[in-house]
Structures are given as structure tokens and as C-alpha cells.
């Protein structure tokens, strides 16, 4: 089964420092870096990468292929998926969540949340989107899609696993129950026709989502977890010569999510979320809220 992606380049605008493993349970936390010119985060190369995927995103394999040939119109119609970027703070975590699993992880999306919206105002709860990924030969995974987008690392990180939990658990703050991960699954079922799948692979996806013993594999649910989080360089980190600026910002970030390995291990172990693989990409902003409202103005108007 392809990629919905249809180009990753998007990747070679960022820096990918380092990739950490959590524990024995096959879960990484890859720390990625926005491009830097002159001192600056340059947001407007990443806008430049992240306009191709948006269509891949945000529109079905179906109705892509219902407007082959029409390149401006079905642009149009992706970008119309998102709702008010200067209302909504989700959407750029989701979109690079997808970006990420497909393009760096190669985990294909079964399909995304913003496909299922109907008009610009509409938000539509549960997991961010649904990809699968095979570990192994005798192993596959489907991944569910969890972003948080909060200038506290510490904090996007605990509100990522605490939604996981609940998602899981199906419950709320207040501990009522809700729709979660069995909802989930039954949506996919009856949303795989919204696809332009092969009898084949809807036959696959139906096995990996109601898995049985004859299947000659296992299936496991897993996450994936974008975070996106604030730093703040001072005036004098700003006034250092540009090669001894970017080691400043990248030491400084290694930094700080060394430190949250440790966190992310605790609050698997405070959610009780053993047995899950998790895929954590983690990329720090400059002045969060404003490049979060640039980035989608830039890749949506």
C-alpha cells in the first residue's frame, strides 16, 4: 500500500539532530530543528516545503484522484479543509504529525480527521489520524495520532500522554465515559469505502483492525506524538555570529529533551501505558503562537 505523501523534500528543510529510544518497548523521540537564517528561524521556507503536502493531508486518495489534472482546484479544496488558523492551535501539529509519519516513519495514513470535516467550522474529536506501520514481518501496527503544540515541553508532553490515556480508557477529565480507540476503529471500518482502496487492501485494513489468530500476524496499537514547544534565545545568543548561533540553539534544545526522556518514561509508567510503541517528533518554535499563526496563514491563504 503507496504513501498518500507524494513527495518528502518537506524533510530536507529541517534538521533532524538526534532520535532517542524509550525503554525496551521500541518507542523513539526524534528531535527535529527549523531551518535558521541570519539568527532567525526561517518559517517562510518551511511555509515554501509545506505547501505540496497539504492536499496529501487534508483530501482523500479518492477525490485526489477525482481531480487529476486539476492541481489549482483541488488546492483549493484542501485548504479550505482548515478552519480559521488564527482560531484553532491544533491544526499545524496534526498537519506536521501526518507529515512526519509518512514521510519520515513511512507510515501510510488510513485517513485523517480534516477529510471528515464538512465545513470550516466543523472540528472533529478523537485521534488526530490513523496510519498503520509494519515493525516487522509478523507485525503491524496501526498508529494513532495525538499532537500537542504547548510552549512548555514538559507540559505538551504530560497533556499528550493524558490524552492517550483517555483515549484509551475512553473517558474524560471528569473520568465519564466518552467515544475513544473502539469508536475509533469502528470509524475506520465504515469510512473505508471514503477510499480509494482495492478490494485487497480493504480486505487488509479490515484484518489489521479486527485482527484474528489465522491472520499469520499481530496487530498492536501504537501513537504517534507530535510536540511542539517554545524556545527563547536571549538578545545575546542573538548578537553571536551565525555558526556559533546555531550550535547555541542546538546544544540547547538537545538539552532539554534529554531531560524529558526520563519525564516521557515516568508518564508511561503514571498512564499505565505499557506495551504501546510510541513515536514522538518533537520540534521547538520561536515565539510559538505567531509562527504557528504564520506557518498556517502562509500554507493555507
Known amino acids: 500500500m503507496d504513501l498518500s505523501i507524494t513527495s518528502n523534500d518537506f524533510l530536507k528543510v529541517f534538521t533532524h539532530l538526534e532520535t532517542h529510544e524509550i525503554s525496551n518497548t521500541g518507542s523513539k523521540v526524534n528531535l527535529f530543528l527549523c531551518p535558521i537564517n541570519a539568527n532567525r528561524f526561517d518559517y517562510n521556507r ?11 493531508y487534508a483530501i482523500s486518495r479518492k477525490v485526489k484522484k477525482s481531480y487529476s489534472g486539476k492541481p489549482m482546484k483541488l488546492s483549493k479544496i484542501a485548504r479550505e479543509k482548515f478552519v480559521e488558523y488564527k482560531k484553532n492551535t491544533g491544526e499545524l501539529g496534526e498537519f506536521l504529525l501526518y507529515c512526519f509519519l509518512e514521510g519520515h516513519l513511512n507510515a501510510p495514513k ?42 512548555v515541553l514538559g507540559s505538551a508532553m504530560y497533556d499528550a500522554f493524558k ?70 534565545p536571549s538578545e545575546d545568543d542573538k548578537k553571536l555570529s551565525n555558526s556559533h548561533y546555531r550550535k547555541k540553539i542546538e546544544d540547547s534544545v538537545k538539552d532539554q529533551l534529554l531531560k524529558e526522556l526520563k519525564h516521557v518514561e515516568d508518564l508511561i509508567n503514571k498512564f499505565q501505558l505499557y506495551g504501546y510503541s510510541f513515536y514522538i517528533y518533537a520540534l521547538p518554535f520561536t515565539e510559538l503562537d505567531k509562527a504557528r499563526e504564520d506557518i498556517m496563514k502562509g500554507i493555507t491563504v
Open 46 to 56: 518551511v511555509i515554501d516545503e509545506l505547501v505540496e503536502p497539504v492536499a496529501d
Open 110 to 151: 488510513i485517513f485523517s480527521k480534516l477529510e471528515m470535516k464538512t465545513s470550516t467550522s466543523m472540528y472533529v474529536n478523537g485521534a488526530d489520524g490513523v496510519h498503520f506501520f509494519k515493525a516487522s514481518d509478523q507485525n503491524y501496527q496501526l498508529i494513532f495520532g495525538e499532537s500537542k503544540t504547548i510552549k
Open 163 to 232: 490524552s492517550i490515556y483517555q483515549f484509551i480508557n475512553e473517558i474524560n477529565d471528569k473520568g465519564n465515559r466518552k467515544s475513544g480507540i473502539n469508536f475509533e476503529k469502528r470509524m475506520i471500518s465504515d469510512n473505508l469505502d471514503h477510499e480509494s482502496w482495492s478490494e485487497e487492501e480493504k480486505e487488509f485494513l479490515t484484518k489489521l483492525i479486527y485482527p484474528s489468530s489465522e491472520e499469520g500476524f499481530d496487530v498492536d496499537d501504537a501513537f504517534g506524538i507530535f510536540i511542539g514547544f517554545q524556545i527563547s
